[in-house]
């Protein structure tokens, strides 16, 4: 099953969180930092008055509260709007 955003929005795949370990005690799933960066999977066509900036494989910023997570296939990904995007990864 595949997923094609609508209108200004996008598809981005969240980075792994990384593991860290403090002392020798691991940091459980739920005590990470959410991600703040990812891959875009997929985009839509646009608005009328905004072009889409953003191509699938970009590597791209985001807010730490922006987009919705969806599951898809057992794959966590995340879908917003482009001008939620603050920067490209280059």
Known sequence: ???KPLA?????????AETK???GIIIPDTAKEK????TVIAVGTGT???AMILAPGNQVLY???AGTEVDL????LLIM???DVLGILE
């Open 48 to 50: 009328k008055d905004e």
């Open 81 to 83: 709007r482009q001008s």
């Open 35 to 38: 991600p703040l960066k990812g």
């Open 73 to 76: 296939e057992g794959k966590k």
């Open 63 to 65: 807010g730490k509260y």
């Open 8 to 16: 200004d929005r996008v598809l981005i795949e969240p980075a792994p």
């Open 1 to 3: 099953m595949t997923l």
């Open 21 to 23: 370990t403090v002392g």
